[in-house]
């Protein structure tokens, strides 16, 4: 059973959830539309949880956790130093992190420069060159109502009826407090490829990686092509890339069983 607890750093208060024995594993969410915890991890944190401790956090910015006091609100390094924080309540000297999407470019610069980093698990990461595209859009802009809500949860799946009432009503809970359209706005104004330039690992990062790794991509993602997963899996030296099909970026959500197996094979 996962715990659902709270602490600070840099101050502002986190929340995260902790829970299961065995090697330690970090999760990390994407930066869609009221992504979070809860609502990339939901179907496999338990399943995990049962093979390893795990600890998932909310970004800064997004879901329960607090948010910025002042701008720039996508904080790149802030996100990173924050990851770094939460290897800390493992007490632990190696550590496993699965990171999803933006996330996936957070756990490779963290690995990067921290040595408790073990292994790395990435499910839709980004972390080289692209083009933002109409996808992305959707999917970095704040979603006024709630059939904007859908058409973006729609942009990230490949079968429609994963987008149920569950799905609309958690999310809606992360967005419409009243002032988190501001936030989320403002996170993702203007030229949303500077977003994805910041996300981008340099080849000092790349080379710093030694880890074993594995990228997992849907072979039918639209916001991050597979295209991003297979362009890093050929400059890391030691990166396995699985493609899944008909998935589109939502690993976790799409295919739960599927991550979990390949997850307990790599890291187990």
Same mark, same amino acid.
């Given at each position: 059973?996962?715990?659902?607890?709270?602490?600070?750093? +840099?101050?502002?208060?986190? %929340?995260?959830?902790?829970? @299961? #024995?065995?090697?330690?594993?970090?999760?990390?969410?994407?930066?869609?539309?009221?992504? !979070?915890?809860?609502?990339?991890?939901?179907?496999?944190?338990?399943?995990? #949880?049962?093979?390893?401790?795990?600890? %998932?956090?909310?970004? $800064?910015?997004? @879901?329960?956790?607090?948010? &910025?006091?002042?701008?720039?609100?996508?904080?790149?390094?802030?996100?990173?130093?924050?990851?770094?924080?939460?290897?800390?309540?493992?007490?632990?000297?190696?550590?496993?992190?699965?990171?999803?999407?933006?996330? @996936?470019? $957070? %756990?490779?610069?963290?690995? #990067?420069?921290?040595?408790?980093?073990?292994?790395?698990?990435?499910?839709? /990461?980004? @972390?080289?060159?692209?083009?933002?595209?109409?996808?992305? *859009?959707?999917?970095?802009?704040?979603? +006024?109502?709630?059939?904007?809500?859908? /058409?973006?949860?729609?942009?990230?799946?490949? *079968?429609?009826?994963?987008?149920?009432? %569950?799905?609309?009503?958690?999310?809606?809970?992360?967005?419409?407090?009243?002032?988190?359209?501001?936030?989320?706005?403002?996170?993702?104004?203007?030229?949303?490829?500077?977003?994805?330039?910041?996300?981008?690992?340099?080849?000092?990062?790349?080379?710093?990686?030694?880890?074993?790794?594995?990228?997992?991509?849907?072979?039918?993602?639209?916001?991050?092509?597979?295209?991003?997963?297979? +362009?890093?899996? +050929?400059?890391?030296?030691?990166?396995?890339?699985?493609?899944?099909?008909?998935?589109?970026? !939502?690993?976790?959500?799409?295919?739960? &069983?599927?991550?979990?197996?390949?997850?307990?094979?790599?890291?187990?």
């Amino acid at each position: 059973m996962l715990a659902q607890k709270t602490t600070e750093f +840099e101050g502002i208060p986190l %929340a995260y959830w902790e829970g @299961g #024995s065995g090697s330690p594993l970090l999760l990390l969410h994407g930066s869609g539309p009221g992504a !979070s915890t809860q609502g990339n991890w939901r179907l496999i944190l338990e399943p995990l #949880s049962q093979h390893f401790h795990v600890i %998932a956090v909310d970004l $800064i910015g997004f @879901g329960l956790s607090g948010r &910025k006091p002042a701008p720039p609100y996508f904080d790149f390094e802030l996100w990173v130093r924050q990851a770094a924080h939460m290897l800390e309540f493992f007490q632990a000297p190696q550590i496993d992190v699965l990171g999803h999407s933006l996330s @996936g470019a $957070i %756990a490779l610069k963290l690995a #990067s420069v921290d040595t408790r980093i073990r292994k790395v698990v990435t499910t839709g /990461t980004m @972390g080289t060159a692209m083009e933002q595209n109409p996808a992305l *859009d959707i999917v970095w802009t704040f979603p +006024e109502t709630t059939d904007d809500l859908v /058409t973006a949860g729609h942009t990230l799946v490949y *079968d429609d009826a994963l987008i149920d009432d %569950a799905y609309i009503e958690g999310r809606k809970k992360v967005l419409y407090d009243g002032a988190y359209k501001t936030y989320f706005s403002s996170m993702f104004q203007g030229d949303k490829q500077q977003y994805v330039r910041a996300s981008t690992l340099s080849d000092e990062d790349l080379a710093a990686l030694s880890h074993e790794i594995l990228l997992i991509h849907g072979r039918d993602d639209k916001p991050i092509p597979a295209s991003t997963s297979s +362009e890093l899996a +050929e400059k890391l030296e030691n990166a396995d890339l699985v493609i899944l099909s008909k998935c589109n970026h !939502s690993v976790a959500l799409e295919h739960p &069983k599927k991550l979990i197996g390949l997850m307990k094979a790599f890291l187990q």
